[in-house]
Every structure is written in C-alpha cells, then in structure tokens.
C-alpha cells in the first residue's frame, strides 16, 4: 500500500491503541476511511476531467493539423485585364463636376 509490511502497521496500531484508548479507535478508524474515500473520489474527479481536457486538446491538435479544404471558385468568364497602354493615364470622373451656389441675401433680385 504505502511501502508498510504487516509489522509495522501492527506498531502503528498498537501505538493508536494506547494513545487513543479502546473506546475512541474505532471512531477515529470511521472518520479516517470516510476521508480517504472522499480523497479517492476527488482524485478520481480531478483525473477525470484531466483526461477530458487532454482528450480535447489533442482533438484540437489534430482539427489544427488537417489541411484546409481548398475552395474552387465557380467556372465563370475570363476576367478582363488592363492593358498595358492604359497604364498611367487618367481616367475620366464618372459624375459631371457639380457647380457651386452662392448663398442668397433672402431679398429677390
């Protein structure tokens, strides 16, 4: 269990005996084993969901790893490239200069 053979547990329970008396021993042993048990059950909790935690990162890992699909763009017309002539000329403003209103006195002219 803990490395102690049978002689020594039995040291350590006569030496329980005398400090702790007849009457006391088995309460004391009743409280120990419900504490152990409590001490087992949140181990095995904590192990639990540390094997949960490990389980989802290496599904991660591996979610990471995959390669990307890749997307076909859909079959469409050729795109139309600029030529080479019209590098660097300016093009024409789509909308016509707007002219500006001079604000009116309030009085008709």
Known sequence: MFGIGVPELLVILV???LVLG???LPEVAK???KAFAEFRRATSDLSEEL???RASLEEDVRMAERPAPTIQPPATQPQHTVASSTVGQ???DASPPREKK???SGEPS
Do not use: N
């Open 51 to 53: 094997h949960e935690a």
């Open 102 to 104: 001079e604000p009116s």
């Open 15 to 17: 030496v329980a005996l």
């Open 22 to 24: 007849p009457k006391r």
């Open 90 to 92: 300016e093009t024409p």
């Open 31 to 33: 409280s120990l084993g």
